[in-house]
């Protein structure tokens, strides 16, 4: 039988992605000799290792990078998908019922800038669904626009579901130790919520008043050749 939402929100859950497919976004950047190499996309946890390799080599096949570059991208990505399977099993609480999410991004000629309000406990949540319609609204034309906007989506409620972990270890380990003490549980003044105000700034609140909805209109901007070729040589500076 299907668990009510209300129940997610009261009560602990096993860690998964708060969203319909449990993808674990992996982020790549490796540079050698001289050649450099960046992606960012999901993979599936349930997958076997061996796709690991496999993705690897084609990659490098078809990129035509050296041959280093193989056993990099697997293990980047293998120690990624580690991390992430070593918090399944945990108790997780989905913490603030309404999360913002944040976007301020740039691909290619696109910069995107919005900040929206995530309902983290609705399992069902698709944020590749929320990007096409997004790119739709906003008449954004380049492809690779969307999944960029659903991979960034991915990226943030990971981390919350990860400091949601954390959240849950503590709730435990203070009802373990105290001696008589009063225990508050996670809710809005708890340790999610201080860490949202640490991401995305003091002004910012779970739930938006209805005269700040203006403040965050979508930002979308084309950006001239110009423009972009300035952004890349700073991008590559920060990163030497």
């Not at 997610?8 to 001289?34: C, H, Q, S, W």
């Not at 496999?54 to 041959?67: C, G, Q």
């Not at 965050?216 to 500076?237: G, M």
């Amino acid at each position: 039988m299907k668990t009510p939402i209300s129940g997610l929100y009261k009560n602990p859950v096993k860690f998964r992605m708060p969203t319909a497919e449990n993808l674990v976004p992996i982020r790549l950047d490796i540079e050698i000799e001289g050649q450099r190499y960046k992606d960012a996309f999901t993979w599936n946890p349930s997958d076997p290792d061996s796709e690991v390799v496999v993705f690897a080599k084609r990659t490098v096949k078809d990129l035509k990078l050296p041959p280093a570059f193989v056993t990099q991208i697997a293990q980047s990505i293998q120690s990624q998908l580690v991390e992430f399977r070593s918090y399944e099993g945990q108790d997780m609480y989905a913490g603030e019922k309404i999360v913002p999410i944040k976007l301020d991004l740039r691909v290619n000629h696109t910069l995107v800038k919005d900040q929206f309000l995530w309902d983290l406990n609705n399992f069902e949540s698709d944020p590749e669904e929320f990007a096409k319609i997004f790119c739709k609204d906003m008449d954004i034309e380049d492809p690779e626009v969307g999944p960029a906007i659903a991979f960034a989506i991915r990226e943030q409620l990971y981390e919350i579901a990860i400091q949601s972990v954390v959240s849950a270890r503590e709730s435990r380990m203070s009802k373990k130790g105290r001696r008589g003490a009063e225990y508050t549980p996670i809710s809005k003044g708890g340790a999610v919520a201080v860490d949202l105000v640490k991401l995305f700034g003091p002004k910012s609140s779970v739930v938006r008043k209805r005269k700040e909805w203006d403040v965050y209109e979508p930002i979308v901007d084309l950006l001239s050749n110009e423009e972009v070729d300035a952004l890349e040589a700073k991008e590559e500076r920060n990163f030497r």
